[in-house]
């Protein structure tokens, strides 16, 4: 439980930035100096200052070391998944709550915070996963995943309606990932889920009659900026083309692994082994069959 940093530029030292807390998610804006958090017992939404976590390693100013190097968005609990999406000069964040979805909008100096931009209360489905597309530069949809498929929200009108619903499969499902396909002006996906992924524009009609499909059922499954889908199995990772979810590459395991996502970082994917007391970080460079640990 914390956050730490590993300088892998040297010789591999680890530093604590933040300890006794327990960290859901976490994303890096260099360009914002901001760190955004979903963390502690009530998975609160929290946005740390770079250049104040930097100085708990260098500590070369006194002074920055007093202040409060975080600030709460907009007092949130309860925060289930969050995504930031970035549209010409405006980075929004769309975060998914126990029964509603808030949209915050990024405000520069002298604000240089999320200020509150729509709100989304009780809705019918729980959202697990969510997302923000722009239709064809103009109108804004919220996109968001729940136990029973996939949603919008027409941001302008407040309109819900659903997208897909796997009425084949009994029970809940769990959605995994919601990607806005490149070069559709916003208004093509891929919802992937379960095993399972399948393309729809943003009125919910078919776009690809063939569907993608795991070799297995992916505990994490994550975007990639080469276009490109991977999904961490237990038995194996697997790397599909987005546009066709053709198979690209596959590693498998020595043994049993739950993985999850962390980041991307250049041409490299961080992920975690999700363990009870402790867990190990890896790494795979993408276009080489390798994988390191640390």
Known sequence: IGLWLLDRSGQGRVYSLISRRRFQQIDVLEGLNVLITISGK???LRVYYLSW????ILRNDPEMGKKQGWISVGDLEGCVHYKVVKYERIKFLVVALRNSVEVYAWAPKPYHK????????SLYQKPLAVDLTVENGQRLKVIYGSVAG???IDVDSGMVYD???PTHIQGSIQPHTIIILPNTSGTELLLTYEDEGVYVDIYGHFTKESILQWGETPACVAYLQSNQIMGWGEKAIELRSVEAGNLEGVFMHKKSHKLKFLCERNDKVFFASVQSGSSQIYFMTLGQNTLFNW
Not at 53 to 56: A, S, V
């Open 42 to 44: 009530k998975n609160k």
């Open 53 to 56: 976590l930097r100085n708990k």
């Open 114 to 121: 999320f200020m509150a931009f729509k709100s989304f209360h």
């Open 150 to 152: 996939f949603h919008a």
């Open 163 to 165: 997208l897909y619903l």
